[in-house]
């Protein structure tokens, strides 16, 4: 008797007969660029908010961090899409991943031992929000380009796959990033930051060998119209603007991980050690999830789940605030990554396969305005309303909000209630 389980193939083969996006090598050279630009993008970033709550003492730093990162990422992705639409993808994305690298060069003289001799805290702290400024303006070109890529590289049956694996491969950056940084932090911040420069020449050797892709879109329109384009078809397509408002504003309100330079410190009372599992536990969850997921695929009411699992995110939020152990919170951490992982993964879905080729780079830029920005919104929501209301009470507050965000849209998104992942689509479903 034959099976259709493929239980008599090597363990190997099997894999690959599960996960056929993985079987095309451009794919595979595009997910390990994917993880060495997360990677050292979440080490830099956990590295330098650690680098200037140490410096301070002040939460509301962390926070304007978080705002002087998204004021570009939101303004530049009012027409980054546009460009990303009409310009070659693979070279656009090198051409970021080498402002990174030039970006994280600057980073590492600032934290030298000879430049802090030389200058103040305040004007350490200043130049820091320079360079972050810098790099959330690189953020509004290098993720809308690196999603439209994607669908280059897939045929459209491999999409929910491709996702996943697209998703697991930021995952995994952001897990290592985080932990990699706090254990590196035992060194020091220049070293520290030397490494994640190091990581990011290992990120433009792997966008060197991804192979350049046809430009889909070649009429030229004037960017004003283009960007109206974009943005009228995500807000007239029901299941792709349910999505991201409800992602935006979950991680919006739920962006406790902003403060975890202060909770480490003032709360559970850990060192850098525990800081950087603290900082992995989110990204732990999410690939524990996105590997499952990869075999389990998310068919029956992914709409339902969705709702469900950011809920879950929210009641996880609540209970980390109001924990003193460091057991506790890790673990709540870990599970709020679990549930973060099958939003991001659905999500994700929704996009490719609602969004037609001509415009993803622009939806792929509202997505960036939407969820990529929310979480430094989150940062700066989370640092002012920690200073307003106390740690504690500012992360409470975060998770009760986001479950009330998931109700106000589970009555007011009907169709992500039957949502449809399969593919089949002919046409995404209208306001």
């Not at 000879?114 to 200043?126: C, L, R």
């Not at 200073?387 to 998104?413: H, N, Q, R």
């Amino acid at each position: 008797m034959h099976s259709n389980k493929h239980t008599n193939l090597p363990s190997a083969i099997s894999f690959l007969i599960k996960n056929k996006a993985l079987r095309i090598p451009h794919f595979k050279k595009y997910l390990t660029m994917r993880v060495l630009v997360t990677l050292a993008l979440n080490m830099q970033s956990t590295i330098i908010y650690f680098w200037v709550y140490h410096l301070t003492n002040d939460v509301v730093q962390l926070g304007k961090l978080g705002l002087f990162e998204v004021i570009p990422a939101i303004l530049c992705s009012l027409f980054s899409g546009h460009f990303v639409d009409i310009r070659e993808k693979k070279g656009l994305i090198l051409q970021c991943v080498i402002g990174y690298i030039l970006l994280s060069a600057f980073f590492v003289f600032l934290s030298t031992p000879m430049f802090g001799k030389q200058a103040s805290i305040s004007t350490i702290i200043n130049l820091v929000y320079a360079g972050i400024f810098i790099g959330g303006a690189l953020r509004a070109f290098i993720s809308p380009a690196t999603f439209a890529l994607m669908a280059g590289l897939l045929p459209r049956k491999y999409y929910a796959n491709g996702t996943t694996w697209s998703s697991a491969s930021w995952q995994i950056g952001f897990v290592a990033g985080r932990l990699l940084a706090g254990f590196m932090l035992v060194f020091g911040i220049a070293i520290s930051l030397t490494a994640t420069l190091l990581i990011q020449l290992g990120a433009l050797a792997a966008t060197i060998g991804i192979p350049r892709q046809a430009v889909v879109k070649k009429v030229k329109e004037p960017i004003l119209k283009s960007l109206r384009e974009g943005i009228k078809f995500v807000f007239s397509t029901q299941v792709i603007l349910a999505a991201l408002s409800l992602d935006m504003f979950a991680v919006l309100f739920g962006g406790a991980t902003a403060l975890l330079p202060a909770y480490a410190k003032d709360i559970l009372h850990v060192g850098t050690i525990g800081f950087g599992w603290l900082c992995a536990a989110p990204g732990i969850g999410s690939v524990l999830t996105l590997g499952i997921l990869s075999f389990l695929p998310l068919k029956n009411k992914p709409g339902i789940k969705l709702l469900g699992c950011i809920a879950g995110f929210g009641l996880s939020i609540i209970v980390f605030g109001i924990s003193t152990c460091f057991m506790l919170s890790f673990f709540m951490l870990l599970v709020g990554g679990m549930f973060d992982a099958v939003s991001v993964v659905i999500r994700g879905t929704i996009l490719q396969i609602y969004t037609p080729d001509k415009v993803r780079g622009r939806v792929a830029a509202v997505n960036t305005m939407f969820i990529s920005s929310s979480n430094e919104l989150g940062a700066v929501e989370s640092g002012y309303t920690a200073k307003w209301m106390g740690m504690v009470p500012s992360v409470v507050f975060g998770g009760c909000m986001t479950l009330v965000v998931v109700g106000v849209t589970f009555l007011a998104a009907p169709m992500l209630r039957v949502l449809n992942l399969s593919g089949d689509d002919k046409a995404p479903e209208k306001v």
